[in-house]
């Protein structure tokens, strides 16, 4: 009897903890109030006259985020360390190692076949000696029971040079590790909404005592997709949307040919001494496309899907991924570039400074909260990368949070986030840093103004223009974010184009005869396209809906979508007050992505809709 009563009061006691704890705790996928502690979002105080932020930058926040996760692993078929590849099952297994792009060439895979892999037939259990950055174990009764390996295998030449600071063009007492985080589509306003996690450890951070974190409110983004944006961020020169988008469309290539190739970011840095490192969590790079120019670079994170019809499928619910084994695939970019920072680079005696790029992309979902998927994976490993214990040289690192552009209108599109968390041991050491950076977190800033505080951080305290050899025409108005920004800075002088200019006052049109010229001026011009005039297989495209038409004094701005496509397009437009009608000055797809269609080849297939598949 005692017995029973005893046991009946542990069972008493156990209901009454786990009732108080799932009452008081908050579950991982609400989303906070606006008020609660747990959003953190930068206010905007102005000392630029010029520029008036407008009041739309904070989007509302919602109630609650569903994240789906990855199932456990069901099959453990080897382990990978050390270079040894330990096979466990005595059934036969494939083995299959691909350290690059699986396709042929870097056009459109949807239109191709990629390359057979190379299978090696292998019995357990069993030790091989493998050095490969991707392995791959296939159970040869089930193909669908595989394992992944990753790793970083350094460079025998990069581990041997000499890497003192004076072996490096600048003898500068700095150099540090720099790591750049890259979130793709998402506002600066909607990295709070949709990843509190992340949100509020770097709020935390900043609390702390190793850390200090900034955050640039205004910084100004480019018009366009990804490439607009990174070709300045990572290689100081602009993307010439309207020059180049005709490319882009024919070959599904995003690399502006008119960059030199010394100037990315990475083979700079290369010549400063650095390693690098790129990951991409995206298919084949965007439908086999590149967005930059990879030649230099010392580590490449093997890409390992190439489903990109799914990762940007319309029919993708709210919080599902691509799963890879029992990891979502940006994950598996995020432990790549855990490796690289952890692994033999950070063991030598002779300090190796480390740049890595991590771009992650299945935000880039067609519903408004597909980046709550990110933000497990990305609040721990920012809690990973800014750890003592187990990052070496976490006090001589820099990070950058960023985001290439928004969504949700043009206000957000040109609002994406930039932070940056410098060691506070760092900003003792030059306190002209820690000013420059808390004041210019609210001056206007362009992402040339990034290109060129990486460059400075590697000459610091070096002055900048020590350095800057051979100013492009676009990087001559480009300031470092380590010198104070003046606070009447224009849209002009920091090389933002004026259709990008968030300081722009848009004001919504309701006049519906305005909304008819401006469809009619838009179709009329689309229409009169060569390559969707000429070509049989281009059905005529007609307006599906405006989504918006937007007005400052006699310029116009216009998203919309046409019939035959789930694409939005945006135009910039003109008014002809006397001739009643619309000069064209752009127009060009914004987003979403979309396979392209196989009648288009050699077109424009940004405009060309094959006749069989429109949508009426």
């Not at 382990?79 to 036969?92: A, F, H, K, V």
């Not at 191709?112 to 040869?140: C, H, M, W």
């Not at 390992?304 to 695939?329: A, F, H, M, P, W």
């Not at 960023?402 to 040109?414: A, E, F, N, V, Y």
Request: proline share 7%; hydrophobic share 35%.
């Amino acid at each position: 009897m005692k017995i029973k009563y005893f046991l009946f009061r542990i069972f008493c006691l156990v209901t009454a903890l786990y009732g108080y704890y799932t009452f008081f705790s908050v579950p991982d996928h609400k989303i906070p109030d606006r008020n609660s502690e747990h959003l953190w979002v930068a206010h905007v105080q102005l000392d630029n006259p010029r520029c008036q932020y407008p009041d739309e930058a904070l989007e509302p926040i919602k109630n609650q985020v569903v994240f789906k996760a990855c199932p456990p692993k069901q099959y453990f078929l080897s382990d990978y360390r050390n270079g040894i590849l330990q096979i466990r099952p005595t059934d036969p297994v494939l083995i299959t190692t691909v350290d690059k792009n699986p396709w042929n060439t870097p056009n459109d895979p949807s239109t191709q076949e990629p390359l057979p892999p190379n299978f090696q037939r292998v019995s357990g259990p069993t030790d091989i000696k493998i050095d490969s950055e991707y392995i791959a174990v296939y159970l040869e009764a089930d193909p669908s029971a595989f394992n992944v390996h990753v790793s970083v295998i350094p460079k025998p030449s990069k581990l041997n040079q000499d890497r003192n600071p004076g072996s490096a063009k600048f003898n500068t007492p700095l150099r540090p590790n720099i790591m750049m985080l890259g979130l793709d589509s998402l506002s600066r306003a909607s990295f709070n909404r949709v990843l509190p996690k992340t949100s509020k450890f770097l709020r935390k951070l900043n609390e702390g005592n190793t850390h200090r974190t900034f955050v640039f409110s205004m910084l100004n983004g480019n018009s366009g997709h990804t490439a607009a944006n990174l070709s300045p961020l990572l290689a100081g020169q602009r993307y010439n949307q309207e020059k180049l988008n005709e490319q882009r469309w024919k070959t599904a290539t995003y690399v502006n040919p008119e960059i030199n190739e010394k100037d990315w970011i990475w083979n700079w840095l290369s010549t400063q001494g650095y390693v690098t490192m790129l990951a991409s969590d995206v298919c084949g790079e965007m439908f086999g496309s590149s967005y930059w120019n990879k030649t230099g670079l010392d580590h490449i994170a093997p890409v390992l899907t190439d489903d990109c019809q799914y990762i940007y499928s319309e029919e993708l619910e709210q919080g599902e991924g691509t799963c890879i084994v029992d990891r979502l695939n940006h994950e598996w970019s995020l432990e790549y570039t855990k490796q690289f920072w952890t692994g033999e680079y950070s063991h030598q005696r002779t300090f190796v400074p480390k740049f890595s790029f991590t771009m992650l992309s299945e935000a880039h979902v067609n519903n408004p909260w597909g980046g709550n998927i990110l933000d497990n994976a990305t609040s721990k490993f920012l809690s990973f990368m800014t750890d003592q214990s187990t990052i070496r040289t976490w006090e001589h690192s820099i990070l950058f949070v960023l985001s290439d552009h928004g969504r949700g209108g043009p206000i957000q599109h040109h609002l994406p986030l930039l932070s940056m968390i410098v060691p506070k041991s760092i900003l003792s050491r030059y306190p002209q840093m820690e000013e420059a950076l808390t004041i210019n977190q609210q001056r206007l800033i362009a992402w040339f103004d990034v290109y060129k505080t990486i460059k400075h951080l590697a000459a610091y305290p070096n002055p900048i223009e020590s350095f800057w050899d051979n100013p492009t025409k676009y990087s001559k108005g480009s300031m470092s974010l380590l010198q104070e920004i003046p606070g009447d800075r224009t849209c002009e002088e920091a090389q933002i184009s004026e259709e990008a200019c968030i300081c722009r006052q848009w004001v919504a049109v309701t006049n519906k005869q305005l909304h008819q010229t401006a469809s009619k001026s838009i179709i009329t011009h689309l229409n009169q396209l060569p390559d969707v005039k000429d070509l049989e297989h281009c059905s005529p495209l007609s307006m599906k809906e405006i989504v918006f038409l937007q007005q400052e004094k006699n310029s116009f701005q216009m998203v919309f979508k046409l019939k035959g496509s789930p694409l939005q397009y945006k135009s910039f437009l003109t008014l002809q007050p006397e001739k009643n009608n619309f000069i064209i000055n752009s127009v060009h797809q914004i987003t979403p992505h979309r396979i392209f269609q196989d009648c288009a080849k050699g077109a424009n297939r940004e405009f060309c809709f094959c006749s069989n598949q429109t949508e009426q």
